[in-house]
T-cell receptor, first 117, second 123 residues
Framework: AQSVAQPEDQVNVAEGNPLTVKCTYS??????LFWYVQYPNRGLQFLLK????DNLVKGSYGFEAEFNKSQTSFHLKKPSALVSDSALYFC???????????????WGAGTKLIIKP | GAVVSQHPSWVICKSGTSVKIECRSL??????MFWYRQFPKQSLMLMAT?????????EQGVEKDKFLINHASLTLSTLTVTSAHPEDSSFYIC???????????????????FGPGTRLTVL
């Protein structure tokens, strides 16, 4: 069964320090991986995706993620955290069963990122 | 581009009434829309997948007669919570997938664009 795990419920980082939000996945075949961010009482915003190509994917707001096939991971990173980065972050993988015409996203449980001034 | 709106953004209703939530893709066509439910401090729970012009596909455990979904056009899907009860209070989020070009691996086709959510409170 396909699944996504975000092992940390919460990550605390001091402003200006690098941050990492972890995500591991389990899929059959090549994964399509996504990161989304959710601010309080708001919908989700797309950050970045990996489908194929370079293992280091750059996304919105200075975030990047590294795809590691051997470790089945897709950790989200940012070199220097901002207080405004505080939010809920979700990792997701595309369900490969449905094919191109009808697929779903399988979601991780979410990680609350808190950046302290 | 790729903006999805939801209306209303929040609603308070009495127990037993029905509430309709609209999800619109404003600048693209969405063959498929998804309805999620999110409880406080929890991840998204997919309720149903809505395909334009056909019946929605509901996830296991979701009552199709209680959560009516209509996807009448390529830019609009509605979720109606019928005979709402306090336990239906939640944050409902829709997303839409750009119809785009099939196989457009690098483009928007594999992304879901999310609405801002609707906070439903049933008294």
């Amino acid at each position: 069964a396909q699944s996504v795990a975000q092992p940390e419920d919460q990550v605390n980082v001091a402003e200006g320090n690098p941050l990492t939000v972890k995500c591991t996945y389990s899929v059959s075949g090549n994964p399509y991986l996504f990161w989304y961010v959710q601010y309080p009482n708001r919908g989700l915003q797309f950050l970045l995706k990996y489908i194929t190509g370079d293992n280091l994917v750059k996304g919105s707001y200075g975030f990047e993620a590294e795809f590691n096939k051997s470790q089945t991971s897709f950790h989200l990173k940012k070199p220097s955290a901002l207080v405004s980065d505080s939010a809920l972050y979700f990792c997701a993988v595309r369900d490969m069963v449905g094919g191109d015409s009808n697929y779903q996203l399988i979601w991780g449980a979410g990680t609350k990122l808190i950046i302290k001034p | 581009g790729a903006v999805v709106s939801q209306h209303p953004s929040w609603v308070i209703c009495k127990s037993g009434t029905s509430v309709k939530i609209e999800c619109r893709s404003l600048d693209f066509q969405a063959t498929t829309m998804f309805w999620y439910r999110q409880f406080p401090k929890q991840s998204l729970m997919l309720m149903a997948t809505s395909n334009e012009g056909s019946k929605a596909t509901y996830e296991q455990g979701v009552e199709k007669d209680k959560f009516l979904i209509n996807h009448a056009s390529l830019t609009l899907s509605t979720l109606t919570v019928t005979s709402a009860h306090p336990e239906d209070s939640s944050f409902y989020i829709c997303s839409a997938r750009d119809r785009g070009l099939a196989g457009d691996v690098w483009g928007r086709y594999n992304e879901q664009f999310f609405g801002p959510g609707t906070r439903l409170t049933v008294l």
